[in-house]
């Protein structure tokens, strides 16, 4: 027999799918125990619910799962990581929150072999993790090392640049980044380094405003809610989803 979460769940995705309401959300964020809806700006919608035969993505954060559905049949459904929920602060005051946003996007894009460009809120939180201080890099400038070089920006690379004119680019990645003088440097956007490779892992299906369905270089983090508000995939799920999942589905989170 089906479990009453079951029941609960095919009900609430079945009104939310075919009605493809803003009211129908709220009622299932209510029946979650859930206060206020973590989207602040307007989601990718149009007016008409998905026909018969039109696939459809349907998330849900409560149980980490995904589910691509045609009608009433399962096309692919697996394990996903979610938003961690956490909080950091900002200076003034303000402050970021991690989480995935509830309500309907749109597959606007995909990728394979995608970079991931680091927002601050990536480098204020490795620096707190490790107690270090920030420095913006700007293009134009220098930041002497102490060591007789110093940090520049040099075409779309930064590099160390030594008195002689030589120029050698920084390699940078995850938990790799440009510390000097005990300061966490942020590259500007643009420059190689402010690309990390491989941390969205193989293929990565775009939502809009930053969020996106994608691999992960951390497959034991599935099945948790431990991202900054992306739906994070094992590697091969997400390569099936890339294959299969046409440009224009769309996602409904909950």
């Known amino acids: 027999?089906?479990?009453?979460?079951?029941?609960?769940?095919?009900?609430?995705?079945?009104?939310?799918?075919?009605?493809?309401?803003?009211?129908?959300?709220?009622?299932?964020?209510?029946?979650?125990?859930?206060?206020?809806?973590?989207?602040?700006?307007?989601?990718?919608?149009?007016?008409?619910?998905?026909?018969?035969?039109?696939?459809?993505?349907?998330?849900?954060?409560?149980?980490?799962?995904?589910?691509?559905?045609?009608?009433?049949?399962?096309?692919?459904?697996?394990?996903?990581?979610?938003?961690?929920?956490?909080?950091?602060?900002?200076?003034?005051?303000?402050?970021?929150k991690f989480e995935t946003p509830r309500g309907r996007l749109i597959v606007q894009s995909k990728e394979e072999d995608p970079a991931w460009v680091p927002p601050d809120w990536h480098f204020v939180e490795q620096a707190r993790k490790r107690g270090l201080g920030l420095v913006r890099l700007n293009r134009g400038e220098e930041i002497p090392s102490g060591g007789g070089w110093a940090i520049a920006v040099s075409g779309a690379n930064v590099v160390r640049r030594y008195p002689d004119g030589r120029e050698t680019p920084i390699e940078t990645g995850e938990d790799r980044e440009i510390v000097v003088g005990g300061n966490i440097i942020i590259p500007p956007f643009g420059t190689n380094q402010r690309k990390y490779r491989g941390v969205l892992g193989t293929h990565r299906l775009n939502m809009g405003d930053g969020y996106a369905l994608?691999?992960?270089?951390?497959?034991?983090?599935?099945?948790?809610?431990?991202?900054?508000?992306?739906?994070?995939?094992?590697?091969?799920?997400?390569?099936?989803?890339?294959?299969?999942?046409?440009?224009?589905?769309?996602v409904y989170i909950y």
């Open 1 to 96: 027999l089906a479990s009453t979460a079951d029941v609960r769940y095919e009900r609430d995705v079945t009104r939310m799918v075919f009605n493809d309401n803003v009211g129908v959300l709220e009622d299932i964020r209510k029946s979650l125990g859930m206060q206020k809806d973590s989207l602040d700006r307007h989601l990718a919608a149009s007016p008409e619910a998905p026909g018969a035969n039109q696939p459809y993505i349907v998330v849900s954060i409560e149980d980490h799962r995904l589910w691509y559905k045609q009608g009433d049949s399962v096309l692919f459904t697996t394990q996903v990581a979610t938003g961690s929920g956490k909080i950091l602060e900002k200076e003034g005051g303000s402050h970021w």
């Open 214 to 250: 994608h691999g992960t270089n951390k497959p034991e983090t599935i099945g948790r809610a431990v991202s900054h508000g992306c739906v994070r995939l094992r590697n091969e799920d997400i390569a099936v989803l890339h294959s299969t999942v046409p440009i224009g589905t769309p």
